[in-house]
T-cell receptor
Framework: GQQVMQIPQYQHVQEGEDFTTYCNSS?????IQWYKQRPGGHPVFLIQLVKSGEVKKQKRLTFQFGEAKKNSSLHITATQTTDVGTYFCAGYLFFGTGTRLTVIP | NAGVTQTPKFQVLKTGQSMTLQCAQDMNHNSMYWYRQDPGMGLRLIYYSASEGTTDKGEVPNGYNVSRLNKREFSLRLESAAPSQTSVYFC?????????????FGPGTRLLVL
């Protein structure tokens, strides 16, 4: 069956450092979504990428969809304590394993 | 709009007990989902309902049953709880089912099976 893996599983950064999480699917995706889950909270939709090679930005967050539509990345520039949480990528009915981000003030 | 609501928030069960997790949405969404979340495993789909009157198995359906009671409500039942079912359970809904549909999640139910 389809598998969606994310690396790293955990990332600790100093506030102000950059952060990147990578998502890899075993199959080609028609689109990919990203969700954020704050500690103790529930996943909240961030963005969706549809086109091969697509890049979208939300303030300090940059999302990319691979040319083969099998991988994606989320990059956060100059992390802040409000960025703390777990970031998930998601294909159709499948979620990635998530990357838990800790930001050290 | 409350969005997606789940009850209870927390539950402790003994092995072999049964319980039903309730989920309701007020967004007039057609599709609803049940996930479980375990450390390091991400979110895994248990069952989903594309529309009222239909349900389908997801990735990890064993040990669970579901009922799509009406368009608003989708319940998850554990007939004989096992310690392996200790997890956080999230209900979600989307306008329709399909790739590209945004899912809206409830606050979760934290279940401990002793």
């Amino acid at each position: 069956g389809q598998q969606v893996m994310q690396i790293p599983q955990y990332q600790h950064v100093q506030e102000g450092e950059d952060f990147t999480t990578y998502c890899n699917s075993s199959t080609t995706l028609s689109n990919i979504q990203w969700y954020k889950q704050r500690p103790g909270g529930h996943p909240v939709f961030l963005i969706q990428l549809v086109k091969s090679g697509e890049v979208k930005k939300q303030k300090r967050l940059t999302f990319q969809f691979g040319e083969a539509k099998k991988n994606s990345s989320l990059h956060i520039t100059a992390t802040q304590t409000t960025d703390v949480g777990t970031y998930f990528c998601a294909g159709y009915l499948f979620f990635g394993t998530g990357t838990r981000l800790t930001v050290i003030p | 709009n409350a969005g997606v609501t789940q009850t209870p928030k927390f539950q402790v069960l003994k092995t072999g007990q049964s319980m039903t997790l309730q989920c309701a949405q007020d967004m007039n969404h057609n599709s609803m989902y049940w996930y479980r979340q375990d450390p390091g495993m991400g979110l895994r789909l248990i069952y989903y309902s594309a529309s009222e009157g239909t349900t389908d198995k997801g990735e990890v359906p064993n040990g669970y049953n579901v009922s799509r009671l009406n368009k608003r409500e989708f319940s998850l039942r554990l007939e004989s709880a096992a310690p392996s079912q200790t997890s956080v359970y999230f209900c979600a809904s989307s306008r329709v089912q399909g790739a590209g549909e945004t899912q809206y999640f409830g606050p979760g139910t934290r279940l401990l099976v002793l």
